[in-house]
Protein backbone atom coordinates (compact mmCIF):
# COMPACT_ATOMS: atom_id res chain seq x y z
CA UNK A 1 0.00 0.00 0.00
CA UNK A 2 1.75 3.42 -1.17
CA UNK A 3 1.83 6.36 1.38
CA UNK A 4 -0.68 8.93 0.88
CA UNK A 5 0.69 12.57 -0.25
CA UNK A 6 -0.39 14.61 2.75
CA UNK A 7 1.94 15.97 4.99
CA UNK A 8 0.87 15.49 8.70
CA UNK A 9 2.97 17.21 11.62
CA UNK A 10 1.92 16.04 14.96
CA UNK A 11 4.04 17.35 18.12
CA UNK A 12 4.30 14.70 20.49
CA UNK A 13 1.39 16.19 22.65
CA UNK A 14 -1.49 18.31 22.87
CA UNK A 15 -0.71 21.65 21.15
CA UNK A 16 -3.10 23.86 23.40
CA UNK A 17 -1.40 22.67 26.55
CA UNK A 18 -0.25 25.28 29.16
CA UNK A 19 3.49 25.79 28.40
CA UNK A 20 4.39 26.73 32.04
CA UNK A 21 2.85 23.40 33.30
CA UNK A 22 4.42 21.57 31.23
CA UNK A 23 7.71 20.87 29.43
CA UNK A 24 6.95 21.11 25.81
CA UNK A 25 7.27 18.31 23.61
CA UNK A 26 9.23 17.54 20.79
CA UNK A 27 8.20 18.00 17.38
CA UNK A 28 7.85 14.65 15.43
CA UNK A 29 6.62 14.65 12.02
CA UNK A 30 5.37 11.27 10.82
CA UNK A 31 4.00 12.72 7.29
CA UNK A 32 2.09 10.37 5.33
CA UNK A 33 2.84 7.67 7.34
CA UNK A 34 0.79 8.54 10.08
CA UNK A 35 -2.81 8.45 7.94
CA UNK A 36 -1.35 5.01 6.71
CA UNK A 37 -0.91 3.87 10.09
CA UNK A 38 -4.36 4.98 10.88
CA UNK A 39 -5.79 3.14 7.62
CA UNK A 40 -3.99 0.03 8.65
CA UNK A 41 -6.16 -2.81 9.80
CA UNK A 42 -5.22 -3.75 13.46
CA UNK A 43 -3.91 -5.66 15.31
CA UNK A 44 -0.30 -5.97 13.08
CA UNK A 45 3.06 -6.86 14.26
CA UNK A 46 5.70 -4.56 14.00
CA UNK A 47 7.20 -6.99 11.16
CA UNK A 48 4.01 -6.52 9.21
CA UNK A 49 4.67 -2.70 9.60
CA UNK A 50 8.19 -2.87 8.72
CA UNK A 51 7.49 -5.35 5.66
CA UNK A 52 4.95 -2.76 4.50
CA UNK A 53 6.24 0.81 5.66
CA UNK A 54 9.55 0.29 6.83
CA UNK A 55 11.43 3.03 4.37
CA UNK A 56 9.13 5.43 5.14
CA UNK A 57 10.61 8.20 7.55
CA UNK A 58 9.85 9.55 10.35
CA UNK A 59 11.44 13.52 11.32
CA UNK A 60 12.23 15.46 14.27
CA UNK A 61 13.96 18.79 14.31
CA UNK A 62 17.91 17.15 14.61
CA UNK A 63 16.84 13.99 12.82
CA UNK A 64 15.30 11.89 9.95
CA UNK A 65 15.42 8.14 11.01
CA UNK A 66 13.54 5.20 9.15
CA UNK A 67 10.53 3.62 10.61
CA UNK A 68 12.61 -0.40 9.88
CA UNK A 69 15.40 1.40 12.29
CA UNK A 70 13.24 2.69 14.95
CA UNK A 71 11.10 -0.97 15.11
CA UNK A 72 14.28 -2.73 14.83
CA UNK A 73 14.28 -5.40 17.97
CA UNK A 74 10.20 -5.33 18.35
CA UNK A 75 9.28 -7.29 15.36
CA UNK A 76 7.29 -9.63 17.65
CA UNK A 77 5.23 -6.60 18.84
CA UNK A 78 2.09 -6.76 18.53
CA UNK A 79 -0.12 -3.51 17.79
CA UNK A 80 -4.12 -3.34 18.68
CA UNK A 81 -4.06 0.55 17.30
CA UNK A 82 -2.23 3.63 15.94
CA UNK A 83 -1.60 5.17 19.12
CA UNK A 84 0.73 2.38 20.16
CA UNK A 85 2.67 2.45 17.03
CA UNK A 86 3.21 6.18 17.96
CA UNK A 87 4.34 5.90 21.52
CA UNK A 88 6.59 3.05 20.15
CA UNK A 89 7.98 5.28 17.61
CA UNK A 90 7.95 8.25 20.32
CA UNK A 91 9.91 5.68 22.69
CA UNK A 92 12.90 4.69 20.06
CA UNK A 93 13.44 8.32 19.31
CA UNK A 94 14.11 8.99 22.73
CA UNK A 95 10.98 10.67 23.44
CA UNK A 96 8.38 8.23 25.02
CA UNK A 97 8.36 10.53 28.66
CA UNK A 98 8.07 13.78 27.00
CA UNK A 99 4.77 13.48 25.30
CA UNK A 100 2.14 12.04 27.47
CA UNK A 101 -0.98 11.67 25.00
CA UNK A 102 -1.90 12.91 21.89
CA UNK A 103 -5.68 13.81 20.82
CA UNK A 104 -7.74 10.64 20.76
CA UNK A 105 -9.00 11.75 17.28
CA UNK A 106 -5.17 12.50 15.77
CA UNK A 107 -4.33 8.79 16.20
CA UNK A 108 -7.32 6.77 16.32
CA UNK A 109 -7.75 4.18 13.45
CA UNK A 110 -9.70 5.50 10.68
CA UNK A 111 -12.79 3.84 9.25
CA UNK A 112 -12.61 0.98 6.44
Do not use: C
Amino acid sequence: MPLPADRDRMSGDNAERDPETHDPAPAVTFGPLKRALREHRYPVTAAELIEQYGAAAVETPTATARLDRLLEGREETQFREPSEVREAVLDALGHGDASPEAPADEWSELPQ
